[in-house]
């Protein structure tokens, strides 16, 4: 076993991981924009998407509903599987999540609110209020998950106290939306169950812009990242300046799940699952490469699950957060029995 | 006289209560300082402290006439590394991995690592014979290979300081022997300075160039292991109420045994001390004699037995301890008889052998049978 062997044996591995995420991704991409109600003939995909085709009812359906929807799933599904990294980094425990530590849930709790009351009198609201009301809900939930990790050491108790959170988010949320107008009920209803249904190209050009660039950023902090990984005072000793990497850490996945929640409610289980699988595939946490791959893993996750959504049951259409939970819990609860195997 | 690294009435302590007060290190390039002390005495807050993981509550650290306050993150980086006894937390990690984390400082904003970085790796590793690790799981290696592993990782960020929580425990005793084996070896060869923790006072006392002990409020001493390790001064650093220190061999003693010393025990040369031991864990009281000062079992018994009848170092045993020996002699009813030949010096003993057998005293080879 030489050394170049091993170090070409491993980026062997990570080409293929990153390999195979590409062909998913595109697969799923093609998937997405042929099935559904109408089925799209694989040829006739290709013409659409280079704005040949001559059936303007296929055209409309994928250009105007299935593309957004899908750029939805790929931006927002990253998102969220870097926003679990960020998370399960900051406060070293693999099943931290925006969904399970209650930030998914608090910033629907403000941005239902915002609704809420702005529907009530505007009949609309910009895509760039709803991200910045997620985003202060996801900092309420987020500081006071913090008081609680300052108070209990234990790290299962954070995640039970941020269970909690997200069930008395949830439960208020339940009930500013019984008692909202009725027009707005539907679309409050459907959204606050999570869905990437009803997203528009001006939705999707907001979400770009914030996930793009916030996961950019993410990725340049891998290097801190990486030390950080180790704990605090080896980070520090590397010369990591901690307690503004700390905050970065925390506005960073803040942004990311808020910019989620914003546009498509809580969704469970991808934060988790995916960095999970991701770091499994690949056989190494480093965040210079994982980055990207989550990213990746989170957007074909996301688009596998909404696939479902909303072919499973067609024409009825199932929530988001149901499928990824069918899909995702099953690898948390395999992940924590391989802990409880190790230790 | 100039120094490379010292403290100058440093406080360290949590929260702002101050813990130790007036700290004054002085160390020059490539000394090797230990700390010792009792547990929890603070010896961890003053490391914290002058890695600056700690806030110190006032005073000033310098490294190279800087003071640490005036250094950022980065720039302490180049200067100290850190062994800590935290457990680090990794995961999917080889020890090639672990070990180039120290490059972390000299990487650039990617941390991706350069042909030298490489070669800086695959340095510190050989230096702590550890290079053939590099593809292990680093939670799947033993406690002495991964303190190696952590060691080469502080040295591959090429410091001027290395700072070492109790880096030797959990070890067994080659990769004591051998962990500060190499650390002699990088502060003599590399000019690396080192500051460490150390329950260990046989190594402090034979890797150290100098030592300080912490106890409580106060640096108690600070200065050469000669001077610290005194018998008196260990005893009172740890409390040693239930067994005693020896400076010589830096070894301890378990308790003398208490009470009326009924059995008198001839021995010298070294023949004593396993007997000596007998007694001492069957707790049965104790005399040794006739011995030189300059006898090893001399320095075992003065630890273990009740009394002992000594002569000068060099010299053929007098009368007066002769008579001495046999007084005591005559109030026990067992002699333990170790030696087999007799020479000049201590041909007294077999005139006392002679007498308690005459006396009618039970006579033994060993302590065994007591």
């Known amino acids: 076993m030489g050394i170049p062997n091993e170090a070409a044996r491993r980026h062997l591995r990570y080409c293929i991981t990153i390999a195979l995420l590409l062909i998913l991704l595109v697969g799923l991409f093609l998937l997405n924009i042929g099935l559904g109600s109408v089925t799209v003939a694989i040829g006739d995909i290709g013409k659409i998407l280079l704005g040949q085709g001559e059936n303007l009812t296929d055209h409309d359906i994928i250009w105007k509903i299935r593309l957004p929807r899908m750029m939805a799933g790929i931006l927002l599904g990253g998102a969220l599987a870097l926003s679990g990294f960020l998370l399960q980094t900051y406060f070293n425990n693999p099943i931290a999540g925006p969904y399970v530590l209650g930030i998914s849930s608090g910033a629907k709790l403000v941005v239902a609110l915002v609704m809420v009351i702005a529907l009530g009198r505007y009949y609309t609201v910009s895509s760039a209020v709803l991200i910045s009301a997620a985003f202060v809900g996801a900092m309420i939930t987020m500081g006071f998950v913090l008081l609680v990790a300052r108070v209990v050491q234990r790290s299962s108790m954070l995640i039970v106290s941020g269970v909690m959170i997200g069930y008395i988010c949830s439960a208020i949320t339940d009930f500013i939306i019984t008692f909202a107008d009725e027009t707005s009920i539907v679309n409050l209803h459907n959204w606050s169950n999570g869905t990437f249904s009803a997203t528009s190209w001006e939705d999707v050009r907001v979400m770009a812009v914030v996930v793009v660039i916030t996961s950019f950023i993410v990725f340049l902090m891998s290097k801190p990242i990486s030390a950080y990984q180790f704990g605090e005072s080896y980070a520090q000793n590397m010369g990591v300046n901690i307690r503004l990497f700390r905050v970065l850490l925390v506005l960073l996945s803040s942004v990311l799940c808020a910019g989620v929640t914003a546009f498509a409610g809580p969704i469970s289980f991808v934060g988790i699952a995916v960095p999970h699988l991701v770091k499994s595939l690949l056989g190494t946490a480093k965040p210079l490469i994982v980055i990207p791959a989550c990213f990746c893993g989170g957007a074909i996750f996301c688009l596998g699950c909404d696939l479902i959504a909303r072919t499973a049951f067609a024409p009825l259409e199932l929530s988001i957060s149901s499928v990824t939970a069918v899909f995702g819990a099953p690898v948390v609860i395999g992940m924590m029995l391989r802990k409880k195997e190790r230790a | ?370």
């Open chain 2, 1 to 370: 006289m100039e120094y490379f690294f010292r403290t100058s009435r440093l406080t360290v302590g949590y929260n702002g209560k101050p813990l130790i007060k007036d700290i004054e290190i002085r160390l020059q390039k490539g000394q090797i300082l230990t700390l010792i002390g009792p547990n929890g005495s603070g010896k961890s807050t003053i490391l914290k402290s002058i890695t600056k993981y700690l806030k110190s509550i006032c005073g000033t650290v310098y490294i190279d006439n800087r003071s640490i306050d005036d250094m950022n993150d980065r720039d302490m980086s180049y200067q100290v590394s850190v062994v800590l006894t935290e457990r680090l937390r990794t995961e999917l990690m080889t020890c090639e991995d672990i070990v180039a984390t120290g490059r972390y400082p000299y990487t650039g904003m990617l941390g991706i690592l350069s042909r030298r970085d490489k070669v800086q790796v695959r340095k510190a590793m050989e230096l702590v014979n550890a290079w053939e690790l590099k593809e292990r799981d680093f939670t799947q290696i033993s406690d002495g290979q991964r303190q190696r592993i952590l060691l080469a990782r502080a040295i591959c960020q090429e410091p001027q300081i290395i700072v070492l929580d109790e880096p030797t425990s959990f070890l067994d005793i080659r990769f004591k022997l051998e962990l500060l084996g190499i650390l002699a070896t990088m502060a003599k060869e590399h000019g690396i300075t080192v500051i460490m923790s150390l329950h260990e006072l046989e190594m402090a006392q034979k890797v150290s160039d100098l030592v300080m002990c912490v106890k409580g409020e106060t640096i108690t001493h600070f200065g050469s292991p000669r001077e610290i390790f005194q018998k008196e001064l260990i005893g009172e650093l740890y409390e040693l109420v239930n067994g005693s220190y020896n400076p010589l061999f830096g070894s301890f003693e378990m308790e003398r045994p208490k009470g009326d010393a009924k059995v008198f025990v001839i021995a010298g040369g070294g023949t004593g001390v396993a007997q000596y031991r007998v007694l001492q864990k069957k707790r049965i009281p104790f005399v040794a004699g006739i011995l030189h000062e300059n006898d090893v079992d001399y320095q075992i018994a003065s630890d273990l037995a009740s009394e002992v009848v000594v002569e000068k170092g060099f010299q053929r045993i007098g009368e007066n301890t002769y008579q001495k020996a046999l007084q005591r002699l005559k109030s026990c009813d067992t002699v333990i008889n170790c030696l087999t030949s007799y020479g000049e010096m201590n041909e007294k003993n077999k005139e006392l052998l002679e007498t308690a057998s005459a006396q009618g005293l039970n006579i033994l080879e060993t302590a065994d049978a007591l």
